[in-house]
């Protein structure tokens, strides 16, 4: 036990990194570390790190550079860095060779075994770098500090097994791995006695839950024995493959009272010629058949989307396809993205990279786009009432709550402590493109 120590974590990337930095938390809290928002503060400093787009990459080396005055002030401060980046050779060199301040490299596979790593720096002080090549079946199930007490994220599917061309999860995630039914189940049961009123399943393609395990085991069947949970009340999941949305899925979110009201569905391109060259499973026909059958049976249902924008070889003409078929299919909400290289993907190494001022102009025109149509959609809620989640303080404004509704969307509300972690309906008297404003009924 560490009693009187401190630690801080630093997190880039997604949901699964987010997760993962709950995971090492709950790890360290109970080694007897307590949290810190001071890195000075702080006797143990982890940066969990992102690979799949170059920003977050440069962002990680910039911090680490930052961090070694911490180390000049502590002589005795252990700074470790984990997560995806750490998954491939190049980076990982990099850091034990130009930070040499850095304690401890360990990557995605082996993050169960952070306690047994920091002893050995605590004890030695020597330098450790375990990074494990493959997956050892699942990451067994680790206690978990969380940052909210009324929502949670459950992992539901480790790996992934597609293999887009651009995307580099596959070899640093390792392949599929589902959890059992029963485990998710009993930790959805732990957090709905805990307090925790929304959950949100993860998975790098949640729709293959259970492709490896007894047939009778699909996502759809999760869902049903989730809903069952008592003192839950809304249940979420992210990321959603296209090619496998199934009918009996959207059966269970019509039919699951559960089930929040928003479906994220990345499509990432509008061409078809893209679509094939990213290895992506489904054609744009398909997928205007899919979201116009959800936005059919699920009336007020919001639907969200990635957009990738100048992958390798794209177009004028392969744009004008996504922007036609934003305009067709009016999202809720689009997360869109410049194309960025990936070392040891199929797409980095082709020699019809788009130009960096060409992504950026198509990328601005894709989310003027976007923003108007999220805008007017938004403005149609003006005078409707929506169940939000009450989380608390705006990030922005203290004296300013905010919650989620069904569908995603963040809406604020007047201060109010007793409403924290309550579902309460609102008012909605405002909207911009991202936000709605209202009064608690």
């Known amino acids: 036990m560490s009693e009187n120590k401190y630690y801080n974590i630093i997190t880039y990337g997604c949901q699964m990194n987010e997760h993962d ?49 911490y180390k000049r002030e502590n002589s005795d401060l252990i700074i470790g860095i984990g997560g995806c980046m750490m998954q491939q050779d190049e980076p990982v ?26 002893k050995k720096i605590e004890e030695t002080r020597d ?41 580099i999860v596959p070899y640093v995630r390792g392949r599929e791995r589902s959890r059992p039914v029963e485990s998710i189940v009993d930790e959805a049961k732990r957090l709905a006695e805990d307090g925790v009123k929304e959950i949100t399943l993860l998975g790098q393609n949640v729709n293959s839950y259970g492709n490896d395990l007894d047939k009778e085991i699909t996502f759809p069947k999760l869902l049903e024995e ?71 049976e699920i009336p007020g249902a919001a639907v969200s989307t990635d957009f990738i924008v100048g992958f390798p070889g794209e177009s004028e003409e392969d744009f004008e396809k996504t922007i036609e078929l934003v305009k067709e299919l009016n999202f809720d909400m689009a997360y869109t993205f410049i194309y960025s290289q990936r070392s040891g993907t199929p797409a980095a190494r082709r020699d019809d990279q788009v130009e960096e001022e060409v992504k950026k102009e198509r990328l601005k ?21 929506q169940e939000i989640l009450v989380t608390g303080p705006s990030n922005n404004d203290p004296e300013v709550y905010e919650g989620r509704t069904s569908t995603n969307k963040i809406c604020f509300i007047e201060k109010n402590e007793e409403l924290i972690g309550e579902i309460v309906e609102v008012k909605i008297e405002a909207a911009k493109s991202w936000t709605l404003e209202g009064t608690v009924i």
């Open 127 to 167: 330098r450790v770098v375990e990074v494990w090549d493959e997956e050892e079946g699942l990451i067994p199930d680790l206690p978990s500090q969380r940052e909210s007490e009324h929502s949670a994220w459950i992992s539901i599917i480790q790996g992934c097994d597609n293999f887009c061309t651009y995307c």
């Open 226 to 296: 989730l809903n069952k949970v008592e003192k839950l009340k809304r249940i979420r999941f992210m990321t959603s493959h296209p090619r496998d949305f199934s009918d009996a899925l959207l059966e269970n979110i019509k039919k699951l009272d559960k089930l929040a009201n928003h479906i994220h569905l990345p499509v990432q391109s509008g061409s078809n010629k893209v679509l094939k060259e990213m290895n992506r499973g489904y054609t744009r026909e398909y997928y205007i058949e899919r979201v116009k059958k959800i936005q059919e």
């Open 93 to 118: 060199d990099e850091v034990y060779k130009k930070y040499r301040h850095v304690d401890l490299i360990f990557g995605t596979h082996n993050i169960h075994h952070l306690p047994n790593l920091i």
């Open 21 to 69: 930095s709950e995971r090492l938390a709950g790890m360290l809290e109970e080694m007897g570390y307590q949290h810190t928002d001071e890195l000075a503060d702080a006797d143990i400093i982890l940066l969990n790190t992102c690979i799949i787009r170059e920003n977050a990459e440069l962002k990680v080396f910039g911090k680490l550079g930052e961090l070694k005055q």
């Open 365 to 385: 025109r894709l989310m003027d786009l976007q923003n108007k149509i999220s805008y007017d959609k938004n403005q149609k809620l003006i005078g409707t009432t």
